[in-house]
C-alpha cells in the first residue's frame, strides 16, 4: 500500500566511535535510517558500491581522506550534485567553513553539536523529512 514512507537515510561519516554512536542514536530515535564509515575512503567505496543517502554529514578531520575530499568527490558521482551534505566538526574557523562551502558543503556545524540542534538543520536540508 502506498503509504509507507521510506525512511530517509543519512550517511555518517566519522573517524570517532563514540561520535558515530551518538549521533547514529539521536537519528535513529528521529525515524531515520544510518549508515556510517570511519573516513573518506570508506565512505566514498559505499557510495560507490550503490548507497544512495538523502543526506551525508561528515567530519572534516579523519585519517585517510578527510571531509573536504569527501564533498568533492561525492559531488563528483552521478546524482550527488545537489544532495545536502553536511559537516559536523570541530572546525569553527571562517575559512575552513568557506573551504567547505567551495567544496559543495551544505551547511557547517560545530561539534559538540545537541540532537535537537542537529535534528532542526537536517529538517531545513531535507525536505519532507
Known sequence: DGNIIM???????DDSATMLMSVKNTLEMAGYKV?????????M???TAGLKPDLIITDINMPNMGGIE??????????????P???LTTESQQ?????????????????????ADLLKV????LPGA
Open 70 to 83: 569527501l564533498i568533492k568527490k561525492a559531488r563528483a558521482l552521478p546524482g550527488f550534485r545537489f544532495l
Open 95 to 115: 575559512s575552513r567553513r568557506d573551504e567547505g562551502k567551495q567544496a559543495g558543503a551544505t551547511g557547517w556545524l560545530v561539534k559538540p553539536v545537541g540532537g
Open 122 to 125: 537536517i529538517k531545513q536540508v
Open 7 to 13: 525512511a530517509k537515510i543519512i550517511f555518517l561519516v
Open 45 to 47: 567505496a559505499k557510495l
Open 85 to 87: 551534505i553536511l559537516t
Open 35 to 43: 549508515e556510517t564509515a570511519e573516513d573518506g575512503v570508506k565512505a
